[in-house]
């Protein structure tokens, strides 16, 4: 049936709907270029606005948090106020936001653009993908829109760290946010030209309640363990009371409310967990990898940002160019063996790192060419998965399902990397002139920061696997 969404005639190419696939593909590089390019800088911040670990950490984390607390709520909003208008009002929240970056004076200052950036992103992507499924007739065409958008989505999340480090070589790190700029534009004209509005907004009463308590207990859940590490007890005994009381209540209302934001049953149907599961494994890894390497080239070897970025393009170089051949080993193993496959692709990675990558720079790449990979099978086939196991009255809310798991668990990685650097490093970690003790301090918190990356990794793994066993 073709959409409400489309033009008169649904388009019967790719070519004929380039400008609205533009759009949309904006906005995807925008979410994940914004997920990676600054990690390479944070040292060149932290020295500038001499900011203390915690507050590095949350420079980076502020925009994952803030992005995956919010996407559910604003895809229910989407979905009854119109998810063109939502995107656009997001595009113009990110475009303002990153130029606001220039006046930004402290690192309080830069957390709050941060997360800014993460209000425009969660009311941006929910309807993305829906958007694009729906601008089609075909199911052949709207496979390969979604495929060509998450790849321009892949490469932003490849080239954010190297395109990070050779800008800081001529530019200041506030040029790397303004990147957003042109990026907001080019997705609001392709998407207000080649998009119509929404004609059948969904009426049923919106569950607001359910994604603040949601959204409470993803942000306390990342808050809590950086107060412990900091020595505020009290304060920390608190958030995680609060983050308990906020999950307990709700899953409370997602039981008893009649429309709830968030349908339990269908969360835990065995494809649609066991492919949660395994986008959150991939999230984890990829930002907690990439926080460590970037920290560690830099400050621990003492390379340039334009050298670091260097170092990262085994990942890069993988993330774009390994499409073609994960497409043939996805038809040859099958999506459940591939994306088992590919998930212990990652945690082979992460525990590579964890246990070698002290040692010199091959095990460090060996690590990020085993993520990327894992991570480039698993965002082919788990995504798909989850949405199998939905009825298709309901693949929004599996779209914007997939890629909170991702963004929640992304912040997830940074915080326990960046808690157990915070535990046991002693001094400001951007400050230069380490002392033998301290470099073995850091040394110590990469292999611990590691291996829980790992553990946690290989939990969700594993519980992925025999979730989707039942459904055999």
Request: charged share 10%; glycine share 10%; aromatic share 8%.
């Amino acid at each position: 049936m073709t959409s409400s969404l489309a033009p008169l005639r649904a388009p019967t190419s790719l070519r004929e709907a380039w400008i609205a696939l533009t759009g949309l593909s904006a906005v995807f590089l925008f979410e994940m270029l914004d997920n990676s390019i600054l990690n390479v800088a944070l040292p060149t911040i932290g020295r500038e606005l001499h900011a203390s670990t915690t507050a590095l950490q949350w420079v980076s984390n502020s925009y994952a948090v803030v992005f995956g607390g919010l996407m559910l709520v604003f895809g229910a909003v989407a979905d009854r106020f119109g998810r063109r208008r939502v995107m656009l009002t997001g595009l113009a929240l990110l475009a303002a936001a990153s130029l606001a970056t220039p006046f930004v004076t402290s690192v309080g200052g830069l957390i709050a653009v941060r997360s800014l950036m993460g209000v425009a992103a969660a009311m941006t992507t929910p309807g993305s993908i829906a958007l694009a499924f729906r601008l089609f007739a075909t199911d052949d065409l709207r496979v390969r829109a979604m495929t060509l958008i998450s790849t321009v989505g892949l490469i932003g999340l490849a080239v954010g760290p190297p395109l990070g480090g050779f800008l800081l070589a001529v530019a200041p790190w506030q040029a790397l946010l303004l990147i957003n700029v042109p990026i907001a534009v080019l997705a609001f004209a392709g998407i207000g030209r080649g998009i119509g509005p929404d004609t059948d907004l969904h009426r049923a009463p919106a569950d607001y309640l359910g994604g603040l308590l949601g959204t409470a207990a993803i942000t306390l859940a990342l808050v809590t363990p950086t107060l412990f590490v900091e020595g505020a007890t009290w304060q920390a005994w608190t958030a995680f009371t609060l983050t308990a009381v906020a999950s307990v209540l709700f899953v409370l209302r997602a039981r008893t409310t009649r429309h709830p934001l968030l349908d339990l049953k269908l969360v835990a149907h065995p494809l649609v967990s066991s492919g949660l599961a395994h986008k959150a494994a991939t999230g984890l890894a990829a930002a907690g990898l990439t926080y460590l390497v970037t920290l560690q080239l830099q400050l621990d070897w003492g390379w340039s940002p334009a050298l670091a970025a260097a170092g990262m393009l085994p990942q890069v170089a993988v993330l774009i160019a390994a499409g073609p051949l994960v497409n043939r080993f996805v038809r040859w193993a099958g999506l459940d063996r591939a994306v088992w496959l590919g998930a212990l692709c990652v945690v082979a990675g992460l525990a590579v790192y964890a246990l070698l990558g002290r040692v010199g720079y091959l095990p460090v790449a060996a690590a990020l060419v085993l993520v990327a990979l894992g991570i480039r099978v698993v965002g082919a086939v788990a995504g798909v998965n989850v949405l199998k196991g939905l009825p298709e009255s309901r693949t929004s809310i599996g779209a914007a399902l997939v890629d909170t798991a991702s963004q929640v668990t992304s912040a997830a990685g940074v915080a326990v990397s960046g808690t157990v650097l915070a535990a046991l490093f002693a001094g400001g970690i951007a400050q230069p002139g380490w002392s033998a003790a301290q470099t073995g301090q850091f040394e110590r918190a990469v292999t611990i920061g590691g291996l829980a990356l790992t553990a946690m990794a290989s939990g969700l793994v594993g519980w992925a696997y025999f979730r989707a066993r039942r459904v055999q």
